[in-house]
């Protein structure tokens, strides 16, 4: 029996949730701060420094740190209002229970959490262990990541826990380890400065990376040349070398198009090939067919600019490619990584100063929080749950039976599939929207309601906490304590700067308590995260990500610590790969054939539209936590559909104009923003807003086969303009009967 979502006026309102404004004459009210502390921002991967101000235990402004060396005091403008969460109206201060019919009432802990280990036992009893899930996030700390997977795999002994980071990291992670064998990025941010040649691809840097702009700037102050490719001309793009406005799904062509120009030119780093590679017969081979010509079809640029960004990248002395969700976000997204890797290593430009390769992680624990074991097929330490060795390992440290761990469970789609057709009928969620950040949306918010007991843990009601039965008040990033792993590999300290609010709890206090009423409280007898870290680095010790030499003490004297770092007198490891040493156990880098696919759904006469999807400059993720910061807000108040003048003359639509994005499955309203930086063919929309305004009604429910990642970067849609909303229309969506 379906259970619709409970109605909660403050999302359902005019403009969505309250808006938290900085006071007339600031928060600072009279004198001082009673302290200044030295933490990290809540949000991006860049994890910049900043420095917290706090009185009467609330946070009230912030200022810049400028001795951390990654951003040197600089921040974006989600940074520095980033301060406004921890007082906000909608901050959640106490359990809640639903009753149906009447919304949520205030519950105590002990019924909330009590109700909470009664129905994980009652489900499992009733359906078998998996039938209760785990969803969890990769903006929490390491030590909660750890925690998550250690409490799924202990305490629920489910084998169906997976993350947020499944939309997110999954196909850049699985790239780097079939080619490098380590999952993180070869290098310190600092080698950008030194590289003659910068190839950015699907990385809207300006807006999601801010502070890798200062790098890009610098670098090419020294002279660097820059190379973009988006299907949009996003503001780095403005200035750059060479521009190439691919058509979404193209990037393979373009990148074994340029290794084909390498190869014929004598660009490629043959000493270095021998010496320190596998596989790149069957790559030369790939590519043959690669002309410009051939390749120019797939990408949608024209040949002459495959030819000139290898004559750019080609005969460099130093490089550095960078890449972001733009390539990842397919279901090809693995296959387009490793075709951008194969540029890198058949130059022979890594593991050196100035020469390397990133990923640019996206969430603010997003490298850290994908190793500790919170994956579906992951142990601590980056381990593989299916290798023997790997459980042995982890159930010495866990003091449990090596069978008593689960084997590996379903990923984050599959997972939410399950739950449609009723295999799963149980969730704990924590640091995770699915109804706002899932493909198919109408489709994921069906699957929600048909649960039979979900909880979740947050700090503010989410758009998928309307779904649950149960809702524990955590903690924000500033309310607890612990570490998280930079895009640049960086382990870092996140302080403990305030108290969580009212009844409102630390999450990982949260966790061990549930833990204890599942009967396995003596796993889980932590008294701090400084205790769960001491248990991560043991665990973690002999794994790909080996954590085991690196100390808060440590993290904190020396302004962070790379891993891997396994013992105490290690110094850690800003650049991976010195010596042409790669991380599989043969020591080489293993190169990867792949041929350019078509997307999971690709345009037609009724659907002639690409929409791809991304984000802005002062939204985050499914905006639980922007959304409700004033400045923000009124920088970008509600999504736009971002189109070319041609197609939009063709539509009949002019500049703030309402249209109609519809996909197959679903369609949003929202007002057109005509500008001639995105290609005819394309349109943008950002993904930040729930319900009748929410890019994923539209985005189709296609995953990579090897990554999982769903296919956000492409559905093919059609666009009429449309009269405007009305209010209930905008905010309800397709579950109200608004637009489906
Ligand atoms: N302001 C802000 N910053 C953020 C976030 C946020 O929500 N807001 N989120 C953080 C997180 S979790 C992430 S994952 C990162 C994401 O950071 P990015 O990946 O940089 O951001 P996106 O907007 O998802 O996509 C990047 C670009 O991909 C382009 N693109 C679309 N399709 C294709 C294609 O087929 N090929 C190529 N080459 N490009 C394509 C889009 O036009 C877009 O400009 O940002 C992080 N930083
Ligand atoms: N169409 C489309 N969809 C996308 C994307 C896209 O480009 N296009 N991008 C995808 C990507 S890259 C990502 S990363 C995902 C993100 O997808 P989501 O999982 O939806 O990300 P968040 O918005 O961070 O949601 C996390 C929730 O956790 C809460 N939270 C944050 N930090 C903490 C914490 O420390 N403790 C607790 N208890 N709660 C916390 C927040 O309030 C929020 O409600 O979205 C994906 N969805
Ligand atoms: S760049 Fe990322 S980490 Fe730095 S201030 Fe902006 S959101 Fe925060
Ligand atoms: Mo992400």
Not at 243 to 254: E, S
Not at 628 to 645: F, K, N, S, T, W
Request: charged share 25%; proline share 7%.
């Amino acid at each position: 029996m379906a259970r619709p979502p409970v109605d909660i006026p403050s999302l359902v309102a005019a403009w969505g949730p309250h808006v938290n404004r900085v006071p007339a004459g600031g928060w600072t009210t009279e004198g001082e701060p009673d302290r200044v502390v030295q933490t990290h921002c809540c949000f991006c991967g860049q994890q910049c420094g900043i420095q917290l101000k706090v009185k009467h235990n609330q946070v009230v402004g912030f200022e810049p740190w400028e001795d951390f060396p990654f951003n040197r005091g600089k921040l974006c403008p989600k940074g520095v209002r980033r301060y406004l969460q921890n007082g906000h109206p909608d901050r959640l201060l106490e359990p809640l229970e639903r009753v149906d019919g009447r919304g949520f009432q205030p519950v105590t802990w002990e019924a909330a959490l009590g109700r909470t280990a009664a129905e994980i036992r009652r489900i499992q009893a009733q359906y078998g262990p998996d039938a209760f899930a785990v969803l969890t996030g990769a903006s929490l700390t390491n030590e909660k990541a750890y925690l998550m997977g250690k409490f799924a795999r202990v305490a629920v002994r489910t084998a169906n826990i997976d993350y947020n980071g499944r939309l997110c990291m999954v196909s850049a992670a699985a790239a780097s380890k079939k080619i490098f064998g380590i999952d993180r990025a070869a290098n310190p941010w600092s080698d950008l400065l030194s590289a003659e040649v910068i190839l950015v691809a699907g990385a809207n840097v300006a807006e999601c990376a801010p502070i890798t702009t200062d790098y890009l700037w610098e670098a090419r102050e020294r002279g660097a040349r820059i190379i973009v490719i988006d299907p949009r001309m996003t503001p780095i793009a403005r200035t750059v070398d060479l521009f190439m406005p691919v058509r979404p799904g193209g990037d393979i062509g373009i990148f074994n198009g340029m290794l084909h120009v390498m190869i014929e030119r004598g660009w490629i780093d043959r000493a270095f090939i021998d010496a320190h590679t596998t596989g790149w017969p069957a790559v030369a081979e790939t590519v043959a067919k690669y002309t410009p010509e051939y390749a120019s079809r797939i990408a949608g640029v024209p040949a002459s600019l495959i030819v000139k960004a290898a004559e750019l990248w080609g005969p460099a002395r130093t490089s550095f490619l960078l890449h972001a969700r733009g390539i990842e976000h397919h279901s090809k997204g693995v296959d387009n990584c490793l075709a951008a890797i194969n540029l890198v290593v058949a130059s022979g430009r890594i593991g050196r100063e100035g020469c390397g390769y990133a990923m640019i992680t996206g969430q603010g624990n997003g490298q850290g929080a994908r190793e500790q074991g919170q994956k579906c097929d992951q142990l601590p330490g980056a381990r593989d749950v299916e290798n023997p060795e790997h459980r042995h390992y982890i159930a010495g440290v866990w003091g449990v039976p090596e069978s008593s761990i689960p084997h590996k469970g379903l990923s984050a789609v599959p997972l939410l599939e399950a739950i449609h057709d009723g295999r799963i009928k149980g969730l704990l969620s924590i640091c995770f929207n699915p109804a706002v950040s899932l493909p198919d949306g109408h489709f994921i918010r069906e699957a929600l309601g048909r649960l039979e007991f979900y909880a979740g843990i947050d700090f503010f009601l989410s758009e998928t906490m309307r779904y649950a039965d149960v809702v524990l008040p955590g903690s924000l990033m500033e309310e607890d304590e612990g570490t998280t792993t930079s895009a640049e590999g960086r382990v870092i300290h996140h302080k403990k700067v305030v108290d969580p609010p009212g009844a409102a709890r630390e999450d990982w206090r949260i966790i061990c308590d549930l833990a204890a009423r599942l009967g396995a409280g003596d796993k889980f007898a932590f008294r701090s995260p400084r205790e769960i870290f001491e248990e991560l680095r043991v665990a973690s010790h002999g794994g790909v990500a080996d954590y085991h030499g690196i100390t808060w003490d440590r993290i904190d004297r020396e302004h962070g610590v790379f891993w891997p770092c396994p013992e105490p007198d290690h110094p850690g490891t800003p650049r991976l790969y010195e010596g042409g040493r790669f991380g599989h156990p043969d020591g080489r880098a293993h190169f990867q054939a792949v041929e350019w696919r078509p997307a999971a759904e690709e345009t037609d006469d009724a659907y002639p539209i690409v929409l791809t999807t991304g984000r802005v400059v002062s939204q985050y993720l499914s905006g639980t936590q922007t959304r409700r910061i004033g400045a923000l807000v009124d920088q970008y108040p509600e999504p736009r559909c971002e189109m070319h003048p041609r197609l939009a003359a063709s539509l009949g639509v002019a500049d703030g104009d309402f249209v109609r994005v519809e996909s197959r499955r679903g369609a949003l309203v929202v007002r057109a923003l005509v500008v001639k930086t995105i290609r005819p063919d394309t349109v943008f929309v950002p993904y930040h807003w729930p319900l009748g305004r929410s890019a994923n009604n539209c985005t189709v429910r296609a995953i990579d086969p090897v990554s999982h990642i769903p296919e956000f970067k492409i559905c093919a849609v059609r666009v009429t303009k449309a009269p405007p909303p009305d209010d209930a229309e905008a905010h309800l969506g397709p579950e109200a009967g608004g637009l489906a």
